[in-house]
Every structure is written in C-alpha cells, then in structure tokens.
C-alpha cells in the first residue's frame, strides 16, 4: 500500500511536471487546474467560501492541486439548477453550492426550504452539525456527488420595489422572482403572490427593468449589488427559510487525487466552510443588527415583523409545508423538528 501510494505520488509530481504527456497514467494524472463552480462571486461570503478553498488547498498541496473559480455558473451558461448534474457528469470538477440549486435533482435539499422550519441560526446548525446533515450527506453520495463540507448561503429576506410588505395582503399581486425549485412558486403562490421562477443571471436584469417587483435573498448580496438602485426600496426580515452552501467534488476527480492529497482537500473544505459562515453571519447575529442599518442607511424602508405578525405568515404557508414533508421524507423532517427543538 505504502509503495503503491509511492508511486502515486511520482506518478502526480512527474505528471506536474510534464513527464506524461499521454494518459498512459490517466488514473494518477492530474489536471493544471480544477475548475470550481459558483453562483456569485467574491465579495459576497459565497465567492469568499471558494476562495479560500481554493487558496487553502493549492497552499497544502505545493500547488499540486489548482483551482479556478468559475462565478455565475458559467461553466452551465448560469443555468444554475443544472449544476448538480452537471457535477456528476464531469462538466464541473469541484463546487460551492446552494442546497437551493440542487434540490431538483436531491430533492431532500428542500428540507433547508420549508417555511419557517428553522427560526435560529442555532437550528441551522442543529441540523447541518447533526444527524440530519450526515444523512444529507449520504444521500448526496449516493446521488452521484461527494459533499465534504458545510458553508451558508443565509437567511432569504423579501425585498421589493412596491410597499412595506407587514403581511401576506401587502403581497397580493406583486411580481417575485423565484430560485429554482417548485417549492418557492408553491409558497409565494399561498402567499397570494405571483412567483416567477428565472435563474440569478436572469433576475438582476428583470429587477432593473421592473418585469418582477421583488425578489428574496440573503442581504450581503443587497448591500454588495446595492439593490436599492434597480428598484428595491423595501426590505422585509421574515426569516422563512435559510440556504446552506455544501463544497463538493466530482467523484472522478477525488479518486485521481491521492489519499494525502484528498484528506488536504477535504480538510481545506471544512475549514473554509467555518471561515465562511462566520463571514456569512457578520452583522446579522449581533443585536443590533449592523447590517439592517446599513440597509436603511441605503435609503430603504426596513421592517422586522413582530412574532405576531410573522406568526400570520407560518399560517399562511403552513400548507405548503405539509404538502413538502412527504416529498423530503417524513422521517427526515421529523429527526429535523426533534434536532431543533431540542437545540
Ligand atoms: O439565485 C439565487 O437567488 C441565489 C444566488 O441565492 C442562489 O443561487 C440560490
């Protein structure tokens, strides 16, 4: 084993250094660069998940292993809910991704997107640290897939270019650009809302022109395409559901890869997806809400529902919730009710 790993690793440097050129050792060959999918790019906390990834592991593997980052999901045209499959095909080698985004094809993801499942940050946590995490990772596995690490995407406010949205009336008849799974057109449609599903790259321009009024987001992503500009002068803080990111590799590309390098690989993920969250996080778990007031300072009317006024909205979705719980997994939602209340 030890000679064979050996081997390997001359197998990887010789290749590194241009010894093969056919694939003669295709098994142990390495690429000059991995290519990394992503939604958005740096500066938001997401583009920043991948980064350091990225800077992570070519530092660990003396630039062995180099990763470009691709925003936008370019390497799929930004047809972002393609991007699973497309993992598992070979077209992409390494992603950050959103639960949200490969819910179509893992359709226990949509956990993360029941309404008001998850009212904490401790409860996403319950779930992503816990039992309910570990089991999404052996569904993703079996999918095709190989998940190695937790990041967060966030908490997805309401935002729009109409009114102070307060209730589900302050809904009625607005325009809301929707992700990707039919989830979100079920739950804007019990809201009374009229959801339009489009990819991201299709959304900001609809934003600009007006086509949709609002859209829902977590709000790094406001501030660092200062939202308010095409429109959006209304933000509401309903907290309904949060989108985890998950940092995954192509099964073909982690079995080129030797044991050392994968354990470097995996523990870079780990360690970026901490980094990550604590970004991810940053003004929106302090009391004050530093980031709230940044919002407002923008010129925008923001308004945080009191419990009673957030209560109307679990009612209102209550449906949509119970429609979902079967299509996740009834057992899956029950370990996750058990695993947050007991947080
Ligand atoms: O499309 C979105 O809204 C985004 C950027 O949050 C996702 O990719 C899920």
């Not at 989108?243 to 354990?263: C, G, M, Y």
Request: proline residues 6%.
């Amino acid at each position: 084993m030890r000679f064979r790993r050996t081997l390997l690793g001359l197998a990887a440097a010789a290749t590194a250094l241009g010894f093969f050129s056919s694939n003669a050792v295709a098994q142990t060959a390495y690429k000059p660069e991995y290519k990394l999918s992503i939604v958005l790019a740096p500066p938001t906390p997401w583009g920043q998940a991948a980064q350091i990834w990225a800077n992570l592991v070519k530092e660990r593997t003396q630039g062995r292993i180099n990763i470009k980052l691709y925003p936008g999901v370019s390497l799929i045209q930004g047809d972002q809910t393609r991007e699973f499959s497309a993992l598992r095909q070979g077209v992409i080698d390494l992603a950050v991704g959103s639960t949200i985004n490969w819910s179509p094809q893992v359709k226990q993801l949509n956990i993360f997107s029941m309404p008001f499942l998850m009212p904490d940050y401790a409860a996403i946590d319950a779930l992503t640290q816990g039992e309910v995490g570990a089991e999404l990772f052996k569904t993703i596995d079996k999918a095709g897939v190989l998940p190695l690490a937790w990041g967060e995407n966030g908490y997805r406010e309401i935002t729009n270019s109409k009114r102070a949205i307060k209730s589900p009336e302050d809904l009625k008849g607005m325009k809301i650009r929707v992700v990707g799974s039919p989830l979100f057109a079920d739950l804007f449609t019990a809201l009374g809302a009229n959801p339009t599903q489009m990819s991201w790259a299709d959304a900001q321009p609809a934003l600009a022109s007006g086509a949709v009024d609002g859209q829902e987001n977590p709000l790094f992503l406001f501030t660092v395409l200062k939202m308010q500009n095409v429109g959006q002068k209304f933000m509401t803080a309903w907290g309904y559901v949060a989108d985890p990111l998950i940092f995954v590799v192509n099964k073909e590309i982690w079995a080129s890869w030797t044991p050392a390098d994968q354990a470097i690989v995996k523990q870079a993920a780990t360690d970026a997806g901490k980094q990550e969250i604590a970004i991810a996080r940053k003004g929106l778990v302090e009391a004050d809400k530093p980031v709230f007031k940044e919002i407002a300072a923008m010129g925008v009317t923001v308004t945080q529902l009191t419990p009673a006024e957030r209560e109307v909205f679990v009612k209102a979705t209550r449906p949509v919730y119970e429609k979902w719980k079967p299509v996740v997994g009834n057992d899956l939602v029950n370990k996750a009710e058990k695993a947050i209340a007991a947080r």
